[in-house]
């Protein structure tokens, strides 16, 4: 089974392939014109996804070794995301699957970024936990097959991707800013600036209150005071989001009892989240898993991945499929 997967949800083009289960080409076009907005333009995505797709499908079909004529399927992010980002991918997936008359599987994103954890070994067990953190999600979910899964908390307000972006903003700091706290919270002391955890019940996140707290401690600093202690600051940001985040995870594996306890999502390349997550493990006797790096942020090799067990389940789509900017799953 070789399958073409694309991803074009938001401002990345990426195009994979895989053959019988195993990821050969992962290739991603990031876009460089959002920078100077400080955040990402959806018109100006769809059209860098109009440069980008035929040469980043290219790309990734030579590097795989893989011609368009032996595929068995061509895959697409169908939702959610930016609807004109996602109709570009939609629309040159199908045109590839009516060319080729080959059938059509429509991925959701979030569930693919699930199962990024299946692309390498060793994989979770079955039923296991994953928490899925990236810049427009914030969820746990219960995986009990690799296409059954279910949302058992989620984010009331801002995504973790998002308190690490508007932090960064506030901070002076450019867009997407949760990279550079992650490089500033390496060299900085992370107990040194207390902000609150917000008392949210049941397994749900909140993340809009810890913004205010960091606007209003910010307000009260001096510029200089800020730019001095810009590691200490970060590094008490990325704990209080990381605290957030994993006192969930706590609660959520001791209701359901689920030991295999996985990450995923842009967040999850997170530095202090990967080492956090592996040390909470080892306290609470959790198996953990983080997929590689290149599979946390956006990616097409994820959207392979899922594609793949659709395809094994006989789940397709037809032409007429139509992408969504939201959709649960
Ligand atoms: P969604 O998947 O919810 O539709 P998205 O696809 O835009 O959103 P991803 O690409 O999965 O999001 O993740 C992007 C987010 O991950 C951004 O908010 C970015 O700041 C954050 N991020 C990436 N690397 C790091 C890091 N090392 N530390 C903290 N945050 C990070
Ligand atoms: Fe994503």
């Given at each position: 089974?070789?399958?073409?997967?694309?991803?074009?949800?938001?401002d990345d083009t990426g195009a994979a392939v895989i053959v019988d289960g195993k990821v050969l080409?992962?290739?991603?076009?990031?876009?460089?014109?959002?920078?100077?907005?400080?955040g990402v333009v959806p018109e100006l995505a769809s059209r860098a996804h109009q440069e980008?797709?035929?040469?980043?499908?290219d790309i990734a079909l030579q590097t795989a070794g893989v011609k368009r004529e032996e595929l068995s399927a061509i895959a697409f992010t169908q939702s959610p995301g930016l609807i004109g980002s996602l109709l570009v991918g939609s629309c040159f997936a199908k045109s590839m699957a009516m060319a080729l008359d080959i059938p059509l599987i429509g991925v959701h994103h979030m569930q693919a970024h699930v199962l990024a954890n299946f692309?390498?070994?060793?994989?979770?067990?079955?039923?296991?936990?994953?928490?899925?953190?990236s810049g427009g999600h914030t969820q746990i979910v219960l995986c009990e097959s690799p296409l059954k899964m279910r949302v058992i908390g989620e984010t009331?307000?801002?995504?973790?991707?998002?308190?690490?972006?508007?932090?960064?903003?506030?901070?002076?700091?450019?867009?997407?800013?949760?990279?550079?706290?992650?490089?500033y919270a390496k060299t900085?002391?992370?107990?040194?600036?207390k902000f609150p955890e917000p008392k949210i019940p049941g397994l749900n996140f909140s993340f809009s209150g810890l913004k205010t707290a960091i606007l209003y401690f910010l307000q009260q600093q001096d510029p200089a005071f800020i730019v001095e202690n810009m590691p200490?600051?970060?590094?008490?940001?990325?704990?209080?989001?990381?605290?957030?985040?994993?006192?969930?995870?706590?609660?959520?594996?001791?209701?359901?009892?689920?030991?295999?306890?996985?990450?995923?999502?842009?967040?999850?390349?997170n530095s202090g989240l990967r080492q956090a997550l592996a040390e909470y493990g080892e306290r609470y006797g959790w198996?953990?898993?983080?997929?590689?790096?290149?599979?946390?942020?956006?990616?097409?090799?994820?959207?392979?991945?899922?594609?793949?067990?659709?395809?094994?389940?006989g789940d397709f789509v037809g032409l007429d499929a139509v992408p969504t900017a939201r959709a649960a799953f």
């Open positions: 089974v070789k399958i073409l997967a694309i991803e074009s949800s938001c080409s992962n290739h991603i076009a990031n876009q460089k014109v959002h920078e100077q907005y400080g980008n797709i035929v040469p980043v499908v692309i390498d070994d060793p994989k979770p067990d079955f039923p296991f936990l994953c928490l899925t953190v009331l307000d801002d995504a973790a991707g998002e308190a690490f972006d508007k932090s960064a903003k506030i901070l002076g700091l450019p867009y997407p800013g949760g990279p550079l706290i992650d490089k900085g002391n992370p107990t040194r600036f200490d600051i970060c590094a008490s940001i990325q704990h209080r989001i990381i605290s957030i985040l994993l006192n969930k995870v706590i609660k959520a594996a001791e209701e359901t009892g689920i030991r295999d306890v996985a990450i995923a999502g842009g967040v999850s390349a198996r953990t898993f983080i997929p590689k790096f290149e599979y946390c942020t956006d990616n097409a090799g994820m959207i392979a991945i899922t594609a793949y067990y659709k395809y094994l389940a």
